[in-house]
């Protein structure tokens, strides 16, 4: 039996703790939140601490504000927990690097909550590029956008300190995760960050970030904005042989569209793929997290790796993160004002 702990039981929380408590294997110890609990089926800590602390626990669940990510893990990894957090990782890639060293010190197993990997259409495009049957991925694109009202601004999100970051953190880092997962890494980034509408000090409200790969050559663009008005998520890979193109994600708020995946083979000869060659997939559940809960409760049951949301793979997105803020262009960076102002 796995014993759990949960810091945090406010939205993630509780899903997190239904989802881990729907296993044979877990046992949920108690729970804390910042906020007073009431009516809870479990006990309540007084202090995040006391099931950091506490020796009959086996495992945290951390679904906390941003800025409390790193100093809850390195301390749970340090009285011998296992460990699944949310996203981001931490504020810094530094910060990562140093809780990956803890866990591999340790032997502990950690992972990160970025479910997108565990929804049904995802998984699908995974299987299609690794059977090679497409050929390798020439380029992707991402479109990620939400809107918020003002009571956003009465969150931690919207503070610079607290959050880490905007839109990029909250939402965006999703998508280039799903890049990385389904891609690889880049090495090359240029990016617009900016706060067009809601003028958030230190944080910005849209990303507009083209990366590459200079070994293989893959390009990926990214679109991550809460000005969208009308939620919305859409993925494309394109291959050597063929596409996928994601609209749509199952989410527990319904308000993303269906989760529809399109795949078809490319024409060797004109005219292109049509509407006939495509085959289309509807995937009606969103068993993300289960399926996240699943992996990280049979990596500490069997003492197997964390393949999916492990700190390389957290690693890998902050650095990316980092990539897209130090290539933040300005207005006078734009070839266009350049040009403009030679003539």
Not at 228 to 255: A, C, D, I, P
Not at 286 to 302: C, L, P, Q, R, Y
Request: charged letters at 25%; proline letters at 1%.
């Amino acid at each position: 039996m796995i014993k759990f702990g949960f810091i945090g039981y406010g939205k993630m929380g509780k899903i997190r703790a239904r989802a881990f408590g729907k296993f044979a294997d877990v046992s949920v110890e108690g729970v804390y939140d910042v906020k007073e609990i009431k009516d809870s089926e479990y006990k309540v800590f007084n202090d995040p601490y006391e099931i950091i602390n506490d020796k009959s626990i086996d495992a945290v669940s951390i679904s906390v504000p941003n800025y409390y990510n790193f100093e809850y893990t390195m301390a749970a990894l340090n009285q011998g927990k296992h460990v699944f957090c949310e996203k981001p990782p931490a504020f810094t890639s530094q910060q990562v690097k140093e809780i990956r060293a803890k866990e591999l010190e340790t032997g502990l197993k950690l992972m990160y909550g970025f479910n997108h990997r565990h929804h049904g259409a995802v998984m699908k495009m995974k299987t299609v590029i690794d059977s090679g049957e497409y050929g390798k991925v020439l380029w992707m694109r991402g479109r990620y956008g939400k809107s918020v009202d003002e009571t956003y601004f009465d969150d931690w999100r919207s503070k610079k300190d607290l959050a880490g970051g905007g839109i990029l953190f909250d939402q965006g880092i999703h998508m280039l995760d799903l890049f990385i997962h389904l891609g690889g890494t880049f090495d090359q980034v240029h990016a617009f960050v900016s706060s067009l509408y809601w003028k958030m000090e230190g944080l910005e409200d849209n990303v507009f970030a083209i990366m590459k790969n200079s070994t293989s050559g893959m390009e990926a663009s990214l679109h991550s904005t809460m000005t969208q008005w009308r939620h919305l998520f859409s993925l494309e890979v394109f291959l050597e042989s063929g596409y996928m193109v994601l609209n749509g994600l199952k989410t527990g708020s319904g308000t993303y569209g269906d989760e529809e995946l399109t795949i078809a083979k490319n024409r060797s000869v004109a005219p292109a793929a049509t509407w006939d060659d495509e085959a289309r997939f509807r995937f009606e559940t969103d068993n993300s997290w289960n399926e996240e809960a699943e992996h990280f409760i049979n990596a500490i049951k069997n003492n197997t790796d964390v393949m999916f949301g492990n700190s390389n793979d957290a690693l890998n997105v902050m650095e990316l993160v980092e990539s897209i803020y130090a290539n933040e262009r300005h207005e006078s960076d734009h070839l266009y004002t350049k040009l403009k102002n030679i003539r």
